[in-house]
């Protein structure tokens, strides 16, 4: 059965970091695309950023690009999102999540799938 559990979510001023985490379990970790999604209230789903299975080529939302960092660690069976500079609009619900098909990247808002496999979510709020 995949799992996703993501972690690292809280509250952070303006300017400031977290580094969000989503251990998985369930599948051969190695094989995936994965991707991190996020929800602002009262906002629709909004893709930020995915990372290829060997994870040496990475993408990113415009809205994040330059403050998010996405890695994983496949000897772990753990992904990552480092987000620096944070701004109030980050404020979201952070999920990650993992394609169906091995061979599917997810790079933008209009191919996420809620069909896919999605942890739980980490909330993230960045308010003075």
């Known amino acids: 059965q995949v799992q996703l559990a993501e972690s690292g979510g809280g509250l952070v001023q303006p300017g400031g970091s977290l580094r969000l985490s989503c251990a998985a379990s369930?599948?051969?970790?190695?094989?995936?695309?994965l991707y991190w999604v996020r929800q602002a209230p009262g906002k629709g789903l909004e893709w930020v950023s995915g990372?290829?299975?060997?994870?040496?080529?990475?993408y990113y939302a415009d809205s994040v690009k330059g403050r998010f960092t996405i890695s994983r660690d496949n000897a772990k069976n753990t992904l990552y999102l480092q987000m620096n500079s944070l701004k109030p609009e980050d404020t979201a619900l952070y999920y990650c999540?993992?394609?169906?098909?091995?061979?599917?990247?997810?790079?933008?808002?209009?191919?996420?799938?809620?069909?896919?496999?999605w942890g739980q979510g980490t909330q993230v709020t960045v308010s003075s």
């Open positions: 990372i290829e299975p060997a994870g040496s080529s990475t």
């Open positions: 369930g599948f051969t970790f190695s094989n995936y695309w």
């Open positions: 999540a993992r394609p169906r098909s091995s061979h599917r990247a997810v790079l933008s808002t209009t191919s996420v799938s809620t069909s896919d496999n």
